[in-house]
């Protein structure tokens, strides 16, 4: 038996692989809007990623997607982000003094924030939902690349937060050789 889909349909479909990319954008950007005005809730947090995740949704599929696909994906987004909240890294990061935030959001890109830390390192903060297996490990070596690149800052390390499992890596930026993961 063969089954037809309508264009229409298949858009839909085709745009609902990308919703874990729209939901880890929007949940990056709402973090990094709730650091640069310096002050955060839960809710104002949840709310402003899940606006953001149906506006992309919007653009990329405007005749709509199954409610079934958006509704898991937009649970998924208040589950990551309430174990962010409740994380040491939120925290410590909502606890930085404005003026030891040196970039935030596009400023701050690829990471979402550089902090100054007590010593007047820079430390870089990036959001992400890591693949497993060896693409975790190759996500890694992308991000301490970038590192490597920032701008013409040297940075003393990356804290990298998996926004899917919640745990914490930090990578150190070895001068001038290879940095390890501690």
Known sequence: MRVHYR????????????????????????????????????????????????RAV?????????????????????????????????ARIFAVRRRDLVAIGRSAAPFDAVVRGHRAELYAVALRRLPLGAGRLEAFHRIREAARLWQTHRLRGVLVYDLGSGHVTRLSIARGSRGVAA
């Open 7 to 54: 264009k229409r349909d298949m858009d839909s479909l085709l745009a609902a692989d990308r919703f874990p990319v729209f939901a880890e954008r929007a949940a990056r950007r709402a973090i990094a809007g709730a650091l640069a005005a310096g002050r955060v809730t839960p809710r104002s947090l949840v709310n402003e990623a899940l606006l953001s995740f149906e």
């Open 58 to 90: 919007s653009s990329a599929a405007p005749d709509g997607v199954r409610p079934t696909l958006l509704f898991a994906e937009r649970d998924r987004i208040v589950t990551e982000l309430g174990l962010f909240l409740r994380s040491r890294l939120a």
